[in-house]
């Protein structure tokens, strides 16, 4: 028997989770079908999944196709929640792509479809709800192959379409030979001499579907269940087993962590290599923590069952980790992959409501954060507000809900906020001496700060001897500098610089006759980290920075004749077309708008195109903020921009 890992991937409202049940249902998993509308699949079973009808959290379930084992993967439709897509493409061996038969190839449609073709994911398309009514078939076809990919091979016809009595009649036509024979030549010496027999022409779309040459397109209902058999028949058939050596150096990655009803960490991992055993002692994260698995759950026939060990290939659930974090990997590292989408732009300040503690809203949200580390936690000591990240308004409703049905906590929302940042504008230097000119820490420090390439990062370099101080103060320095990045003149992250230390010096350690270590004559660490953030400001100063705001790049399909209405709120909006087209009665405007302007153009667009225009964003780059209001951030650190207040906050005396 051999393992696949599947994902289903949508635009949200394609019907993907709804196809997750039928497909449980069609292999004997469960007897009776969920509802999306009635909250009662098996795959969202978050409260606000079953209240909204869409997916949040990514699920798994397995179950068997003759000497199969798939483990299923449902994954969010909802743009806002991308980064729980991101977490679970790393760990898939093949996927469904479902579009609707109604609405078509969808914005998300378009985003997902890049992003598994540039992960070379094998992918199978299945054109769902060919029972509704304005179901489509050869138009839907066209709009895949013009819009997703043009290697599209249908695998057989629809009949009734539309009705309810809607149904897929498999059969490969005379298309799959003119994609297929375009990477076969002796496929295509057969073609032509007339002798492609029908098992040689699914072999060759078995092997250009595993490399991913070529994408299968079925059509079926999740709800009636047409077409069902006949995408199971390709999954088991059509894409590629799970890889892996069992008797290799283990190693694993976490696409998901949940708390147990104890509240212990439970990681979801898929093994890619060797064999993990039940108390076996293993290295994870960046940190390298060792830790000993105390539980293994394995996914069978729609449930979890208990085991001893998980072999290479197979997805588990890990007991006993109790550091654990998504994206960790357990045992060997694995080579860097790289991120798929942006971090979130957008933030916003949690309010608790009465009653509600911050210290208890503090922990609810860390434990939030466990599950999603891009929620990018923010905690403000000087104002006792707490900050999130975001990727939409939607994700308000998440949180606000889950800090509702979990832990019993009451909060609001302030509005939402851009996450700028700033970049040095040129190069900029300053110093300070051992306990001289108002400096009162046992430590010297100079540091050069100047810009650097867009997309860099932070660089930080030495021009001093390393042996000139002890290590540990040079350390102390560097994470320092790159903790204080953190907040720039104007309060955001500091990026895309170098900065470099000019100067060191300390004081070497004192001790009294038959004393200990005399803390007030011998640098210690702390001198370092208290001295380097009042460096690196006036080093900022000097170099200037400019806030940058994160700008999305998109794309509004929408009737021609309702170019006049869009145009001026794209304009109000400070988005920018950069390019016009249009095709008979479509026009297709391309451009770019601030991230904090993209929530308005969703909820204006409809009403401005009587429902038939659609939106494609997705983070582009990051662009000067314009005028002359530059957005502030509160700082939440010690304030080394006011020299006082920032030695009085840290020293607990007036300094300088």
């Keep these: 028997m051999h393992l696949l890992n599947l994902g289903i991937l949508a635009h949200v409202d394609a019907g993907k989770t709804s196809l997750t049940e039928r497909l449980l249902h069609s292999t004997g998993v469960i007897d009776e079908i969920g509802s999306v509308d009635a909250g009662s699949t098996r795959t969202d079973t978050l409260a606000l999944e079953r209240q909204r009808g869409i997916t949040i959290k990514s699920a798994v379930v397995s179950f068997p196709v003759d000497d199969v084992t798939v483990n299923l993967i449902d994954t969010p439709g909802h743009p806002d929640f991308i980064a729980e897509v991101e977490r679970v493409l790393g760990v898939l061996d093949g996927a469904v792509l479902v579009i609707s038969a109604v609405e078509g190839v969808q914005a998300r449609t378009r985003v997902l479809m890049r992003t598994l073709q540039r992960l070379r994911i094998p992918t199978l398309l299945f054109v769902n709800k ?56 002796d496929l295509l010496t057969s073609y032509v001499e007339g002798t492609v027999s029908s098992a040689r022409l699914y072999a060759a779309l078995a092997a250009q579907t595993r490399q991913c040459l070529a994408h299968p397109v079925y059509f079926g209902s999740a709800i009636t269940g047409a077409g069902v058999d006949a995408l199971i028949g390709g999954v088991r058939q059509l894409l590629p087993a799970a890889g892996g050596d069992p008797g290799g150096p283990v190693s694993a990655t976490v696409f998901r962590v949940e708390r147990g009803p104890a509240g212990e960490k439970v990681a979801y991992a898929r093994v890619f290599s060797g064999t993990l055993r039940v108390r076996d002692r293993v290295p994870y994260g960046d940190a390298r923590t060792e830790g000993r698995v105390t539980a293994i759950g394995l996914f069978d026939h729609g449930t979890d069952v208990r085991a001893d060990a998980v072999p290479a290939g197979r997805i588990a659930k890990l007991w006993g980790l109790a550091d654990i974090r998504i994206g960790d990997v ?85 509005e939402t906020t851009p996450l700028c940042i700033e970049r040095p504008v040129g190069t900029g230097a300053a110093v300070e001496f051992n306990k001289k000119d108002g400096n009162p820490f046992l430590a010297t420090v100079g540091l050069r700060v100047g810009p650097a390439p867009v997309g860099s990062g932070v660089d930080f370099r030495l021009e001093v001897e390393l042996g000139s101080m002890p290590y540990a103060f040079f350390k102390a320095v560097e994470d320092t500098v790159r903790e204080a990045l953190g907040q720039g003149l104007h309060g955001w992250q500091v990026t895309d610089c170098v900065v ?135 700082r939440t650190d010690h304030n080394p921009l006011d020299r006082k207040e920032y030695l009085l906050n840290l020293t607990r005396r007036v300094g300088g």
């Design 500 to 634: 470099t230390m000019t100067h060191s010096g300390y004081s070497p350690r004192q001790s009294h006759a038959h004393q200990g270590f005399d803390k007030s004559m011998s640098s210690t660490g702390a001198d370092f980290r208290g001295l380097t953030p009042l460096v690196l400001t006036g080093a900022l100063r000097r170099a200037r920075t400019r806030v940058h705001e994160p700008m999305h790049r998109f794309r509004v399909e929408a009737p021609v004749d309702t170019l006049g209405a869009l145009l001026p709120v794209l304009s109000a909006l400070r988005a920018v077309p950069q390019e016009t087209r249009t095709h008979k009665a479509v026009c297709v405007l391309e451009g770019e708008v601030p991230a904090a302007r993209v929530h308005a153009l969703e909820q204006q667009l409809p009403g401005l195109t009587r429902g038939e225009g659609e939106l494609e964003s997705a983070f582009g780059h990051y662009a000067p903020v314009l005028g002359d209001t530059v957005p502030e951030r509160p």
């Design 330 to 414: 357990v045992g060997e590292p694995r080579a860097s992959t790289e991120r798929l989408f942006a971090p979130p732009t957008l933030e916003t300040v949690v309010v608790p409501g009465p009653g509600v503690g911050r210290g208890a809203l503090h922990l609810a949200l860390t434990r939030l954060a466990e599950q999603d580390p891009l929620i990018g936690l923010r905690h403000d000591g000087v104002r006792q507000e707490i900050s999130v990240a975001l990727y939409g308004e939607v994700q308000k409703e998440v949180v606000q809900a889950t800090l509702a049905d979990e832990f019993a906590l009451d909060v609001t929302f302030r």
């Design 130 to 185: 060919i029972d509704r009514r304005g179901a489509g078939e050869g138009a839907v076809l066209r709009a895949v192959a013009r819009r997703l990919t043009p290697a599209v091979v249908p695998m057989g016809r629809v009949d009734g379409l539309g009705t309810r009595a809607a149904r897929f009649l498999p059969g490969l036509g005379p298309s799959a030979l003119d994609v297929l024979a375009g990477h076969d030549d």
